[in-house]
């Protein structure tokens, strides 16, 4: 599933593409992904210029000038691929609601390309989701703070989040620190590759419990505040990097990410840890159904 790096460089793609531009129709090619697209969405965006475009965990909001907000979550292999004018005037969009013109460009002959978004400047975007585990919501801005899929979100690790809110949140937590860094309510966006990265960097066990982490007196250990900072560096080094390369994730031009190249633990099983000095082997072990990467010499 893509994580934060991944979701801030699509949506940074997305905003050089959409902003600014109208929507004329949106075509939808099945009734739905994880749930049910919204009734009629067509007709409700229809006409609405997107003024703009951000990003909340792993979710995109887009704004329209109609004060709806377009929520897109691309799930597990979800991808936007963007056509601009030029390249659409190539295809015959005819007879192109059932059936995807675009399949050899988005792969799969176009038969998971479940929606398209028309604009009324000639370009399209067309949205491809194999898996159909991605989200697609629409509601009015002044409503955002109650959706289902966002109240319940901790802070953004960019944002105000710092070592005293993750120690305020740890201090009962007798869950291994691995598994409270991928919970959403604790802080937004961390997946278990950079999960696995940052612990690494920290070098704290995965499996130590996140109250060990705090002082009696409820502050953050200084193993705490190495891995709330190195969380931040891991996220914006993979960002810098354009995302990961890993499973189907594509940024919005098909370019594929490159930040797998810089891993230090994820996906190294049996080969040497590469912190200096450390002389120990990566490990493997199985947390909450989930790979966990580690160096069992350099992480306590």
Known sequence: MPELPEVETVKNGLAKAWVGKTIEKIILRRENLRYPFPENLSNRLEGHKII???????????????????????????KYTLFDSKSVSKYDLNDSEKKSVFGEKTGFSGKHDHMEIRFEDGSVSVYTDPRRF????????????????????????????????????CRNKRSPIKTTLLDQRF???????YACEALHKAGI?????????????????????????????????????????LNDFADVDGN?????????????????????GCGGIIDRIVQSNRSTFLCPRCQK
């Open 52 to 78: 703009g475009i951000r990003r909340r965990a792993k979710y995109l909001l887009i704004d329209t000038d109609g004060d709806l907000v377009f929520l897109s979550h691309l799930g597990m292999s979800g």
């Open 134 to 169: 991605g989200i697609v919501k629409l509601f009015h801005r002044s409503e955002e703070q109650v959706q289902s899929l966002l109240e319940v979100l901790g802070p953004e690790p960019f944002d105000d989040w710092n070592a005293q809110i993750a120690a305020d949140r």
């Open 187 to 193: 802080v937004v966006g961390v997946g278990n590759i």
């Open 205 to 245: 066990s995965p499996t130590k419990q996140a109250y060990k982490l705090v002082t009696k007196a409820g502050k953050p250990t200084k193993a705490l505040q190495k891995l709330v900072d190195e969380v931040k560096i891991v996220l914006t080094k993979a960002i810098a990097a354009g995302g990961s390369t």
């Open 256 to 276: 594929l990410g490159y930040f797998s190249h810089q891993f230090s633990v994820y996906g190294r099983e049996d080969e040497p840890c590469l912190k200096e």
